[in-house]
């Protein structure tokens, strides 16, 4: 058996941003799952058999590509961005270490990606630049509690923060709870900034002082970041760039 | 005028790793300041002049960077990783900031690479499949209280970690405290892994239960990831494979 699953991240759309470890995976599969859109990024391959899935079915594409393997197919797990930041590589390893014994020893690989809060953080500037967290703000899989907690906390460690999923058009009213939570955790005006279809042709950048922003800002092409107390805004003639310092004084 | 400025991230070592954006710049570029090894890492070509620079010499290379570019120069600034995560990135923005004038008219891009957390978590699986923060340990720029208060902080969060600069041969005491304040602020024993030359050849993963860990374990060559309370291991043939799931239980 030559089997294998790899689990690929492809960026967060610009063809530019896929590194060759990853082309390379692509043209050696046999057959590409992940969800519909990021299935149709992968180049058309006469080789390679193609398993578009809808959203939501995580575990069941997993296990689809992990019996595919055992098969002794090569396996490609289409993934947006980086696929260990919110995306397909946990939910392949839940489904292994809760699913057939001897899923355990197949060939099992992750490979890095460009995930859109680097994209984003690029795009404007470095606003990234210094210590900052990575939250997940969609409530599907754990309770909102903890969302607000864990926003309450960033705020007080002053860490410069990335939000995915910030706006589902099932659930709107969780980025509004958030954006209450930070103005009122972080009460100044930071910058937050909207990045919208990063990297590809349409994308926006739109930078708004924190007590400022709404919810309809954002939706679910959105990452969003915001600054620490320390970011910084510099005025140019084109868009402003935006960093957050390396240093912060004694 | 034609002169600009990329800072660009060649990722963590593996030449796979970079992405064909970068590449393009690099093949544009008219001269190359960085760091000594990243700039060594720069492939030769007749019409590319390099500049390397010693470590903590950020602001200067910048400067210098930023002056060629207004001479017309196409100049990269060669960041290992991503340049937005303590990289160059934010450098050469705090030179503009301070700097002529001119130099915030320049066309300054930042070209996104594979940072060293997401690759080290690719390597051993899905360890940052969940919320996340990354802190850097080096206290040559900000206090260590801020540094211990952001460690208690992201314990308390229940985030995953991501640790850059753990130790270094000028300060080895700072790696120390900040395993005892884990220790204590977690409370377990969920695992650590020190991802040391990740992605090159000689790369090696260690994953130690986080009461077992002792600084040693730990060098500047070295990316140390955390799990949060959540964090599984699963045990297989080969290297075990460690993940946090994305949900979390009400």
């Known amino acids: 058996m030559s089997g294998w699953v790899q689990i690929v991240g492809i960026g967060p759309g610009d063809d530019a941003l896929v590194t060759p470890q990853v082309q390379a995976a692509l043209a050696e599969a046999t057959d590409a799952v992940g ?15 193609l398993h578009p899935s809808d959203n939501r079915v995580e575990i069941d ?3 689809h590509a992990l019996e595919m393997a055992s098969e ?3 396996v490609v797990v289409v993934s947006s961005g980086d696929p260990g930041v919110f995306a397909m590589a946990a939910a392949v390893f ?10 355990r020893n197949l060939d099992i690989r992750v490979l890095p990606g460009i995930t859109a809060m680097l994209a984003a953080s ?11 967290c990575a939250i997940n703000l969609s409530d599907n899989l754990k309770p909102w509690a903890l969302i ?10 002053d860490f410069a923060m990335a939000f995915y999923n910030p706006r589902s058009k099932s659930r709107p009213e969780g980025f509004e709870k958030a954006l209450e939570t930070l ?32 919810p309809d800002m954002a939706d679910m092409r959105t990452v969003v ?16 760039m935006v960093y957050t310092p390396r240093s912060v004084a004694s």
Not at 94 to 103: I, N
């Open 94 to 103: 839940e489904a292994v270490e809760h699913g057939k014994p001897e899923w």
């Open 35 to 49: 969800y519909i859109p990021y299935v149709e990024r992968v180049a058309q391959n006469p080789n390679l058999t």
């Open 122 to 132: 690029a795009a404007c500037g470095a606003p990234l630049g210094h210590d900052f």
């Open 148 to 157: 607000e907690k864990r926003l309450r906390l960033a705020a007080e460690a």
């Open 225 to 240: 970041l915001l600054g620490s107390s320390q970011t910084r805004i510099i005025e140019r003639e084109g868009a402003p």
């Open 183 to 214: 103005k009122a955790a972080c009460g100044d005006n930071r910058p937050m900034i909207f990045a919208r279809n990063v990297s590809r042709p349409d994308q926006t950048i739109k930078i708004v002082p924190l007590q400022e922003t709404t």
């Open 72 to 74: 002794g197919k090569r």
């Open 61 to 63: 594409r997993s296990q």
